[in-house]
């Protein structure tokens, strides 16, 4: 997922390069034939939902969540703005919740010394239970 966003980062970078050039009124041109492609495809959808992949989602939500909710409630999106920006909140979440995992899982290894006391313990007393040697330990 992280190779294909970073594709979709790297294609954009280049279409963005491609329209610094262009005069505003091809971009104007540009995008009210995105957005009549857009109405195209939503008829032709019907009660069809768009599915989007993860790293799409990503894309998306990076790109619009600096805009103001009245700006992009104006945007013509094949979802609703709701979405875009809680596609973004569940981003973040993910990047922090990774951030704060702890580095290796499970318990703790138990101390060499500790260890070898157990172990010499039960050899020493064979008719001692564990839970004797857990008393005595703690």
């Given at each position: 997922?992280?190779?294909?966003?970073?594709?979709?980062?790297?294609?954009?970078?280049?279409?963005?390069?491609?329209?610094?050039?262009?005069?505003?009124?091809?971009?104007?041109?540009?995008?009210?034939?995105?957005?009549?492609?857009?109405?195209?495809?939503?008829?032709?959808?019907?009660?069809?939902?768009?599915?989007?992949?993860?790293?799409d989602?990503?894309?998306?939500?990076?790109?619009?969540?600096?805009?103001?909710?009245?700006?992009?409630?104006?945007?013509?999106?094949?979802?609703r703005?709701?979405?875009?920006?809680?596609?973004?909140?569940?981003?973040?979440?993910?990047?922090?919740?990774?951030?704060?995992?702890?580095?290796?899982?499970?318990?703790?290894?138990?101390v060499?010394?500790?260890?070898?006391?157990?172990?010499?313990?039960?050899?020493?007393?064979?008719?001692?239970?564990?839970?004797?040697?857990?008393?005595?330990?703690?």
């Amino acid at each position: 997922m992280l190779l294909r966003l970073a594709y979709l980062a790297v294609t954009n970078a280049f279409a963005m390069l491609r329209l610094m050039p262009m005069s505003d009124r091809d971009k104007d041109t540009q995008i009210l034939a995105l957005r009549h492609q857009i109405t195209v495809l939503e008829r032709q959808l019907g009660n069809d939902r768009v599915r989007f992949t993860p790293s799409d989602r990503a894309f998306l939500a990076a790109l619009l969540h600096r805009l103001p909710s009245q700006v992009l409630r104006r945007v013509r999106l094949l979802v609703r703005p709701d979405t875009v920006l809680r596609w973004h909140r569940d981003l973040i979440a993910r990047r922090h919740a990774a951030a704060s995992q702890p580095k290796r899982s499970g318990r703790p290894r138990t101390v060499r010394s500790i260890r070898s006391l157990v172990l010499r313990l039960a050899q020493e007393n064979p008719s001692w239970g564990y839970r004797r040697i857990v008393v005595l330990i703690r």
